[in-house]
DNA sequence: GTGGTCTAGACCACA
DNA sequence: GTGGTCTAGACCACA
């Protein structure tokens, strides 16, 4: 399930958007599945319809869902794809805090570790489901 | 020299405190060098000046700089050990990053690369200052 | 057979309206001829019987059909011709998107043979039914 | 001036979006010019600053304008050329309404004079600023 | 001062 | 019931 974490930098309406491309990627919310409605979700969640649908209209600008006033939301076909390209550019990301840390000298296996261990976990949890 | 970014997601005074830790690393700022004083550096850096304060109150948090008042700041002994213990949180940034690009199913040597690619960007330039 | 995007902007029931339109210009419905039952044509659709209704009553106003409570709906006499006096309304739009576009600096010609390919296109599709 | 009709079909957010590109067409605003503040200009046009702030995150979008919190937004580089490519899917709705009016039996040369007037007459508008 | 986020709640057209 | 739009107003970090 999608979940909140009031504190976090990250605002609301991104964690509710990056929590269901996540459930996207993991195949519980497949092509053509209905999302919960805006009213519902907000319920669901205790926050504002606002954050929800601000959230949504996050989800249909990275081409994760599409809406249909007076119907629903629905996931699009190809989403997966859509957030995958997506997130290329986080790869970037990566990029700038590699750049610092080799600046910083911290030697290059330590962060490649950083990677290597981050994949063995989501590895990992695959198996557990299998 | 220390650049903003004004259209960057991270706070201005985080970039010029940033951009100080990088000088600290790089050499040109050793230890014991004098800052610019803040009304210098915010008209260099066409900023406000309370932005430049509170990128100085940020490198000292950090351990990097000391300052006096009416007399200025300086760098500290021991500022690029404490700049590299603090690197040393990024890391966990990497690897969430990373964990989602295994999620998206980003395959690991991309991830890889992008790590050993900014290193070999950073030793490159090393080499020219060479 | 009038098809629907449930994601189009244009509201579904002006889409069912718009198709009974162009079947009655396309000689596929002649004056006279009974529109399916609301309920026949939501199941059809997979749409809300409201829907229908609505959409309905939309084509009693543009004068196209005529609905006797009990009896069904039928094509009025004169129907096609009433819809041509609609359409006219609908140049104005291209006006409008016209206009914006001269402003945006792309060129007429664009703008006109974006106008000829349709009228072409229909062009076509009329040959192949004769 | 940017002007709003709180009775059209067009939401108001998308107005004030289309009126600040209309802008940026004109030359009224030049690549680097900063927009009014939300504050400023939700005053000016009698508005909620959400909605004011909705219709910069659009011109955001569409790669009109920029954003930096605390300091204001402003006119991008090659703002006008990003405007001219979301222009073009434009020209898409025109081709669909002439397809109705071809099939309406509404001769090509009244929908092609449709085009050709809006043309002049934006020509009309630009002789009169020389 | 600036933009960004969020709440609370109304109203709308549409299904 | 659904999503879309808008108002009114609070609070935040940042400049």
């Known amino acids: 399930m999608v979940t909140i974490d009031k504190f976090s ?3 609301v ?16 919310m497949p092509e053509g599945a209905q999302m919960p ?5 907000s319920v669901l969640l205790a926050t504002n319809p606002n954050t929800v649908q601000k959230a949504y209209l996050e989800l249909d600008r990275r081409g994760v869902i599409s809406s249909a006033p007076g119907v629903g939301s629905f996931i699009r ?9 997506n ?3 986080r790869m970037s990301e990566i990029a700038a805090i590699a750049k610092e ?11 490649l570790n950083c990677i ?5 976990d989501s590895d990992q949890s695959k198996i557990k489901k299998e």
């Open 13 to 28: 309406y991104e964690q509710i958007a990056d929590g269901f491309c996540r459930e996207v990627l993991c195949g519980l």
């Open 77 to 85: 076909t190809g989403a997966a794809d859509a957030i995958r390209e």
């Open 37 to 41: 409605s805006v009213r519902e979700l």
């Open 87 to 89: 997130m290329k550019s």
């Open 101 to 111: 840390l080799a600046l910083a000298g911290i030697p290059e296996e330590e962060a």
């Open 116 to 120: 290597r261990s981050a994949y063995r």
């Open 9 to 11: 930098r990250t605002p």
